[in-house]
């Protein structure tokens, strides 16, 4: 029997986005490459955050749908949906990507070992079994994990990745938080049938977004029957006859509730991986620190993705690890990855699609040099089916040339619209380059090109 090789050119540790990414870059270069994953390949997007969320969007999108019908002269009908059934669909999709990564794997050579990695130093990782591995280059992408707020009681409420173990909706929820996940969370349980109520800590929705866009957010949801409470702190839960409570500070308890879930906030994974022994130290939160190519403090060893301070976007790990193995193994000097204008969506109902500045932001930067075109308006659904829910599309601007700085949608159909233009505004597009373009309508989309 041939026995197991132990030097590598690249050690890979996690295998999430940003992992696999890396590793097959490198590999597709010739080099030799360990990937090191305990558990299941594609780490938080793949198994619980993007896609299975995605999936869920998706048949709450459904639902929506459904009942316009009704309203619209198609026969009534119950159609609640079987979440069983539903979830026999998206774990057999996961299983796909799961069985993709496996096959892709063996295809480029790739030592895949379902063990941790711990470095030793900055050339050897202790795999859990306790065989040792050495390497010239080491990639960390080791993701993160959701985090409980330090309150009593919080050992009762659950987070995003118990979401996507429910086999039902619970009748009645509170989820804690006002980023991404609690907004998507919110929509998705409120459609699907639960009563939601949304505690949000602070003033606005998603901190970072065009505060217009989050107001009109705001609005639909109160229509679509999510109970928004802002400024509503959240100090302590307990468990009561009729299921669990929250309070807050000075406003009592809240009325029972099936299930709580916390949406506040997400931990880098670094506990355990040996830094120390490597010379890396991390931040205050807990972070590893890398500079603009993604090279930690010491030679040799890179981070990528959650597990560092960059936004905690798939697509920015992924493009990440690419451009550094490319560095690294394909003799490629890339410039460093440009996060100024990085296209996101949160999957609300309806969705916010944004790049670039929000309209505070861009008036912190240039002043009263900052033009403001929107376009409210209900879609053409929505109007027919006298839904009281409303798309708001705004351009940021800035300059006597009003060069678009900041482009964000709320709406129907905003996530797909949003890529088109966010390569536009990489090449600096102007207010007179979105009107000198023919508009398609009737659409939604339309309104990026005629709104003044």
Partial sequence: MTEARTDFDLIVIGGGSGGLAGAFRAASHGARVALLEPSALGGTC????????????????VAGKLRHAATLGFPAADCALDWPTFIAHRERYIEGIHASYRHR??????????????????????????????????LIATGGHPIKPEIPGAELGGVSDDFFAWRAPPPTV???????????????????????SLRVRGPE?????????????????????VDVQLSTPTTAIERVDGGLRVRGDGDGWSDPVEQVLFATGRRPNTQGLGLDAAGIAVDAQGFIPVD?????????VYAVGDVTPSPALTPVAIAAARRLMDRVFGGRPHAPLVLDDVPTVVF?????????????????????????????FRPMLNALSASPQRSLFKLVCTGEE?????????????????????????????????????????????EVVLMR
């Fill in 174 to 196: 509170t989820i804690i938080g006002g980023g991404y996940i609690a907004v998507e969370l919110a929509g998705v349980l409120q459609t699907l049938g639960s009563r939601v």
């Fill in 46 to 61: 793949v198994n619980v955050g993007c896609v299975p969320k995605k999936a869920m969007w998706l048949a709450a999108e």
């Fill in 348 to 376: 609300s109902h309806p969705p916010i699609g944004r790049v670039g500045l929000s309209e505070r932001a861009a008036r912190a930067i240039y002043g009263d040099d900052v033009y403001i075109a929107r376009a409210g």
């Fill in 292 to 300: 603009a190519l993604n090279h930690t403090a010491v030679g040799g």
């Fill in 205 to 225: 929705l998603l901190p970072g977004f065009d505060h217009e866009i989050t107001a009109q957010l705001i609005d639909d949801y109160r229509h679509l029957g």
């Fill in 105 to 138: 794997l063996d295809d480029a050579g790739i030592a895949l070992m379902p063990t941790r990695g711990t470095l030793l130093d900055a050339r050897r990782v202790r795999t859990g079994e306790g065989l040792v591995l050495s390497t010239s280059h080491i």
């Fill in 402 to 446: 009003r060069r678009v700085v900041g482009l964000h949608l709320l709406g129907d159909a905003a996530d797909e619209m949003l890529q088109g233009f966010a390569v536009a505004m990489r090449r600096d597009i102007t207010l007179d380059d979105l009107h000198d373009t023919i508009a398609i309508h009737p659409t939604s989309a339309e």
